[in-house]
């Protein structure tokens, strides 16, 4: 009855800043997941592709260098066109440049179709628990 | 098919010259750039905007400064950036430019440069030099009495506008941490060059500095991988004809480690560049960094005690600068308060116990030294083994074999087989080694130390420790003993 | 006439009980105060609440805890202070009372209280421990994990309340600090009833640990006499049953001297504690303290690098406390939150270097030891003579003849006949001698040291260089090197 | 022609932070006043009293412990009613509990009869170019 969801992992753009992608990764591996670990600087083109191909049931995105909003422009409206209407969407790391108040800018990331959006720093346990609810919510899990 | 071997050697200049304008052909305001105009324009910069000058007075005064990190895109922002950090007492500026301009995707920035300029909003994580331009960077070098370094970019536009470092030689930096599957080859390749235009104004008297800053450790995680880096560095762009260089030494949070590696770091550099003959490249300085992950953005005390902490080693070396961030470091670009707040906090470190010119001894420091040196020495003779006596083609070979290596890379082509943990101290050791070529004795030392860890914890060193010990100073806990209340 | 001459002798138990009472007399809430009862609550409070039982594991354990200075007159705000100060990892927890309090004038105070408690306003600069009373206190006590340290008030309210240090001994600071006219016949009398207080419950098993203060040096000034009035006080409680104490350590600034001062006041209070054969009084600690002015309000930054650097001399010297102020001691009393975010830069310290438990040594720390020490010596020696062997006598006449001095002093009766100012390197060293009973060799190994300022200076030392002085800490800069600029 | 101002110096009500004030009174002295220096813990009545045994000049009036507000209530009124309309007041140090702005409280302290009112932390000198200028303008130096 059990399935074994398909997780994209990767950082957007031009973000060099893999350590954090490289934990979560792991960590979802280690809860059982099956992971898709795209590593950093993938486009957005790269992860819609990639999420068709392996019919991947979420994208883990990570973005350090606060450029995230200019890189994922386009992202949402490509994504609905390639027909990933289902896949959850989460985005976690330092979001925009400079010093933020997280809850300010989860509208603008929401409205970029991320169903959850993280602060900086924070466990990658948080974001794994997250998704296993959504999931199981989803009847995926 | 045998690949070409690429050696250590210095490049024909007629090459060179060729090269120098495809370079800079890149985008328009190359064409801002004359050779000897340029020569000329450095020649003429008072002593307090050349770096290796400022660096030396410095080290001659017994004082030290900041070395910030710091880019904005608009211009006027840019030089009130400057200004403000020059009030807090930084004489040594970076211009940190945006993450575009080191891809060298010009056209993109130009698009965003353009609506920064209109809005005066930073949509960029930077000062995009290139397409600022010659013309624009002289307006902020003319602006503020210090020296200019650039960031992230090696580009004559830089030379030209009057900073007065050059970022080349081997720059594992770009290679290991920013670029996903650039090989050690061709970093060899695109760096001789850069070296050598940095040699052609050697030979013009403009004297342009470098900071060696190595194969990034950006985990805790042993210098000896990186110190290796540093003198391949400084020997392969000495050939080149570079005359003034000075390390980053990246530190990692253990005063004796870090104390041991200061002292040690410039000390091998300077053996090996006089075994290789190259006595005229001086080092003019070192220069501790802030390297770990910054406490959490929440944590401002934390911060501030980490900053003042490295600050303090700092002076405590009788360093001439020091690699700081300010304390939203975690948190984002910092803004010209948070800087100005950051490095009056250091300034006063510097000012208050820099110039008391303590002589302290740490026990402990000489083990630490001859630890790393015998890592160094035992890495740098694989690498003569592997090129035949020349470094650069032993280096490929070494980076292709893993004999060097370092853990988190970015890049597909590191090997990435080894990995690192703190002691029961903090102090960083090897827990996997991949394939670095050390002796069963140094290895049986660094399980030693880290057993004395396992003991307190209970249990195993492994990856997850790794991962641990990545927040082990944003959490403001160096391992050691458990929370008081526990 | 001749004056009754005081010594150092316990006093008699049954003149001490009827003193108690008047004492509690003075305010109502003195009436809360049973005896029995209170040995009885002191002795039901666990080991976290018990000053000198934390200090002792905080010393086993190889750590450290801030210890800051707190107090609003608002009990809720001050419960809510306090859990602040707790949840930043501060385990010993001051209750500074307001100024009126200290000077007994609870009836002022009580109006002012009220006032307070209506609307929720802080105009008391502290706590009013004796207008609040037993009831409430002990609602402060229960209320935080931690334990408490009245701060500028000896009474047995403190004492039934829970609070577990007690302010006793031969107070200097009050005598020199605080007062105007009060004579040091006057402060020996009023605190040897005190310190017999704290031995009757040291009698029934209740330790209540005292901090010795000693004659705080209010300016940059040497330390010696402060260590003498420190080995006093502790000669002085120790006869009176005291069974626990430890000294603060002014730093001045100059790590070589802060860092022997903290290494030799211990010892030399314990060889003079063992000497006159007060063995089983323990020393628990040593606690360096912020002394000089801070930095101005508006230099964040510099305080926050001026608290780091105490955190860091304390970690270094292994301290199990330190004594700091807020970022904002400058500018008037604290709010939760700087005390948080000031306390919190400490704790990263104490954790990150306290527990790296490094062996540091400092080259001329023993000549400032060997100096300080001859200095403590020429001075006892002196009051020993001057009181036929009794050190309370010899003090009186010390004090009288100006043997023990320290400038700037609002009491009248002080000599104030002696000055201090900082040497080439920071350190602090005697320009005007006074009636300090030192050889010549010890004036000239000052003079030497001045000298050498004078020479960077280019002009003689005087009042005004002392003047000057008061700023170094507060404007960073501890003489030695004239600005960069320049 | 010239004359010599008198300058009472001293801490208000309870203060004991008395280096200031020293150092005050000598720079005065220094600069040519003559100084009646009370020292600490100078209470209101004192300071009138005294002004007017000696036909003083100004009072140079330190607080640091933040309670000046409350030592000096009634201080305007009888310093009015002892007829001491023209002598000078100044007053310096932390005036109130607290990190404050130096320009919020000037107004207060204003009210209560000073003519200057001081930052934590100033040069003396400062108070003393400001003296000799007030001087000259009512004509006492
Ligand atoms: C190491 C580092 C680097 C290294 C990166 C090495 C590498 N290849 O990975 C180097 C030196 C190369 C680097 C470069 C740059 N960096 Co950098 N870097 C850092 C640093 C110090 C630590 C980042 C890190 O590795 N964290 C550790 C990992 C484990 O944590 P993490 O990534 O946050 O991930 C965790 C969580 O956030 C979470 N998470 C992350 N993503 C997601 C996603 C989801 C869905 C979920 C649920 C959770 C989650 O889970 C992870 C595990 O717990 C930070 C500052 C800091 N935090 O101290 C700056 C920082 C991120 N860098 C910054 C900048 C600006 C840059 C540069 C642009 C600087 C420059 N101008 O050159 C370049 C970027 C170039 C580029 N193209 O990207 C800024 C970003 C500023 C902003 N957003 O406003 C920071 C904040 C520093 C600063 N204050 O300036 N950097
Ligand atoms: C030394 C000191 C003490 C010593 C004082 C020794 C002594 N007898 O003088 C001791 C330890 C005794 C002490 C006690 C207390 N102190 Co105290 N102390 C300080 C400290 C560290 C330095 C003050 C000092 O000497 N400055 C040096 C002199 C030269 O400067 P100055 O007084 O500011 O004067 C200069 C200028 O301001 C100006 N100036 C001053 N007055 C005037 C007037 C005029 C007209 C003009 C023109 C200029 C002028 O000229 C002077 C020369 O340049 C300050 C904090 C700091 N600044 O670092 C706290 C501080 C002043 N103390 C403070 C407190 C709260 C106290 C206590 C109440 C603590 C307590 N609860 O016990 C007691 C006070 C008891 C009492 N009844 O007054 C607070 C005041 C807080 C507030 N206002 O909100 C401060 C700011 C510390 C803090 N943040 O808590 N203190």
Known sequence: MSKTPTIITGTVGMDVHVIGTKVISRALRESGFKVVELGMQVTPEEFISVAQETKADAILMSSLYGMAELDLKDFNQKRLEAGLNDILLYIGGNLVIGRYDPKEIEPKFKALGFDRVYPPGIDAEIGIEDLKKDLKARGKM | ?486
């Open chain 2, 1 to 486: 098919m045998k690949k070409m071997r690429i050696v250590n050697k210095r490049l024909d200049d007629d090459l060179l010259m060729k090269k120098r304008r495809e370079v800079l052909d890149k985008w328009p305001t190359g064409k801002e750039v004359d050779f000897e105009e340029a020569a000329a324009y450095q020649k003429s910069l008072p002593d307090s905007k050349v770096w290796w000058k400022v660096m030396a007075k410095l080290r001659e005064e017994g004082r030290m400064s900041v070395f910030p990190r710091a880019g904005t895109p608009v211009l006027e922002k840019m030089i009130e950036l400057c200004q403000g950090l020059r009030e807090s007492g930084v004489l040594l500026i970076p211009v940190t430019t945006d993450s575009y301009t080191r891809l060298g995707q010009f056209e993109k920035v130009q698009g965003i440069l353009d609506e920064c300029n209109k809005t005066g909003k930073a949509l960029l994580n930077g000062y995009p030099i290139i397409n600022q331009g010659v013309k624009q960077t002289r307006k902020l070098v003319e602006s503020v009495d210090a020296a200019f370094s650039p960031r992230g970019v090696s580009s004559e536009i830089c030379i030209a506008s009057g900073l007065t470092t050059y970022e080349c030689g081997l720059e594992f930096i770009t290679w290991a941490a920013y670029s996903k599957k650039m090989t050690i080859r061709e970093l060899v390749e695109k760096w001789q060059n850069e070296t050598r235009v940095a040699g052609w104004y050697a030979d013009r008297g403009v004297i342009l500095c470098t900071d060696l800053h190595g194969w990034l450790p950006t985990a805790p995680f042993p210098l000896s991988v990186n110190i290796v880096t540093l003198i391949l560095q400084a020997l392969t762009a000495a050939e080149q004809g570079l005359k003034a260089i000075y390390p980053l030494v990246h530190c990692m949070g253990n005063m004796t480690q870090d104390m041991a590696w200061i002292r040690l770091t410039p000390k091998l550099i300077r053996e090996y560049l006089d075994k290789f003959g190259y006595k005229d490249c001086q080092i003019i300085g070192c220069c501790p960094a802030q390297t770990p992950l910054f406490p959490n953005p929440m944590d401002m005390g934390g911060a501030f005690a980490y900053l003042c902490y490295i600050a303090m080693v700092g002076s405590l070396c009788k360093c001439n600068a020091t690699d700081l961030r300010s304390i939203d470091e975690a948190a984002g670009v910092p803004t010209k308060d948070t800087n100005t707040v950051s490095y009056s906090a250091a300034r006063w470190i510097f000012n208050v116990i820099r110039e008391q010119n303590i002589d302290f001894h740490i026990k402990g420091i000489e083990e630490e030294e001859k630890i790393t040196r015998m890592e160094v020495e035992a890495i740098i003779n694989r690498i003569l083994d592997l090129g035949d006596g020349d470094v650069i083609d032993g280096l490929i070979k070494a980076v292709e074999g893993g004999v060097m290596d370092s853990p988190w890379s970015p890049n597909i082509t590191v090997k990435d087989k080894v990995l690192g943990v703190r002691d029961a101290h903090g102090a960083c050791r090897y827990l996997e080694f991949g394939n670095l070529p050390f002796s069963n004795q140094l290895k049986e030392w660094h399980r030693g130390k880290i057993a004395e860890r396992e003991k307190i914890e209970g249990k195993k060193a492994d990856y997850h420790t790794a991962v641990r010990d990545l927040w082990s100073f944003s959490k403001g806990k160096i391992v050691g003993l458990p929370p008081y209340d526990k």
